[in-house]
């Protein structure tokens, strides 16, 4: 990477580096080191758990069963992660992979550097960007941030108003109530249409009613609690000229407003794509999702052949496939090295095969219920705010469309929109869809912002100050010769799908 830095040896390398300790992450690991492998997992978090389990063994919450059972699965996970031989590196920032298996991270002010055979992104999911007017005012959050914060330190907003789509939204409603904190309303933006056309996919729901009923059940307990629902809304809006001051929206022509100084905002949740776009691993424009995948086989192997994508981060899958997931990925990676034949593989990885499956086919009901709506997807109005980082409106990206940024690159280059420190997180979909529209082509024809590392902020600290980083022990399983770098003679070199 940086020019002072010796080029990497893979004498002292581990087999596998993970990037994220959710539940993709942690099955990966716990797979990969029950057959040997010398494994990292690296996550920014100061606990494993990832989103959906966050804190989960330190909850600062005196009865955390209010976030539900789901919630508490987590234990069984974490504990499994814990009893295991991999290394877990938290609370660090990785900002750059490289494609000769280096992994640069900031650990406490400084860089520390490993390398590894094969990686796995297990990254996660991000919520969809919600560009509707005044989303980038003070008082308005992402109903998942709120959820973070309930989860990390046991804090809470009464009286907010949570706004959107997705069984996110209902599920994090409901944890607030059942804390006895208030909720000024709901206001439910899934329209009526996505009910009709969610009926083509209903068999895959009721092949796992579980989730089904469970689904039914929130929205039966907000309904109970005697919450304020506001069903089929769209135009929505935040209220407030320097903060949030609360919403607008329509039901059914009927114009309503709802004051609050809180605004949760959620419709869903995206892959979050930027380790693998920094890695340059081939990509595609998934129109069920409405959002860009890595692309990968069955294996959850991409483009470059080393780097496996597990988890949330290769498609909304759920916390359940995700663990599934990272099972396969281990085991593929397991393959590629050496340390598995490839029928054992094939053996063990058959029935997470068929859950995934199953998952799907409930995955298709539920993108198809909760699909976000264009106007709350791709702004019209051209004081919104597209790019909170550099504060740019539909109308400057309309101008330097005019100009001639064609593509999301183009388009960065004219007007900055994707160039802050979030480094087009909060705008990559917008734009490849607003240019979609733009130009009148399919979005996969438009692309998304070419993305480079670092992939995280990285001070100047961070980056004079060096260690690296080899694994702790020396396994007693000798690697086989056709292990390498990038993990070529793999017998499970299956085309990236
Ligand atoms: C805000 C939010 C809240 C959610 N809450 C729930 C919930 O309550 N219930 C539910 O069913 N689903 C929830 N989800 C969906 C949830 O993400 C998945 O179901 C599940 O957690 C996916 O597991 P995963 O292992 O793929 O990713 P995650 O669980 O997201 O784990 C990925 C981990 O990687 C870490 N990471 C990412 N990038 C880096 C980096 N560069 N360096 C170091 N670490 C990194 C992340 O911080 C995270 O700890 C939530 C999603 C979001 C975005």
Partial sequence: MADNLTAPSFNNSYDIA???AGPAGMSAAITATKAGARVVVLDDKPRSGGQIYRNVDASPLANSAVLGEDYLKGK??????????????????????????????SLEGETQRLTARQIIVATGAMERPFPIPGWHLPGVMSAGSAQVMLKSDGLVSDGAVFAGTGPLLYLIVAQYLRLGVKVKALVDTTPKTNYVRSMSEIAGALSASAMLIKGLGL????RKSGTQVYRFADNLQVMGSDTAAGVSFCVSGNSHEIVSDHVFLHQGVIPNLNMTRALGVQHHW????????????????????????AGDSSGIVGADSAAAMGRICALGQLVSLGLMSEQQAVTEAAEDQRFMARQQRFRRFIDCLYRPIDQHRKPTDENTVVCRCEERTVKDLKQGFAQGGRDPNQLKSQTRCGMGPCQGRMCGHTVSELLADWR???VADVGYYRLRTPMRLVTLQELSRFTDVAPAVTPSIIHSTKSSSSGKGSSLEEKPQ
């Avoid at 069984?76 to 991270?105: D, M, P, Y």
């Avoid at 929205?219 to 907000?222: A, C, K, L, Q, V």
């Fill in 76 to 105: 069984q996970i974490t504990a499994a992660f814990k009893r295991s031989a991999a290394e877990h590196i938290c609370g660090v920032n990785v900002w750059h992979v490289g494609n000769n298996g280096e992994v640069l991270f």
């Fill in 18 to 20: 993970i990037i994220g």
């Fill in 440 to 442: 009148n082509e399919p």
């Fill in 219 to 222: 929205m039966n307990e907000i």
């Fill in 286 to 309: 998934c129109e069920q999702q409405l959002c860009w995948k890595p692309t990968t086989n069955s294996w959850g192997q991409s483009s470059q052949s080393f780097v496996s994508v």
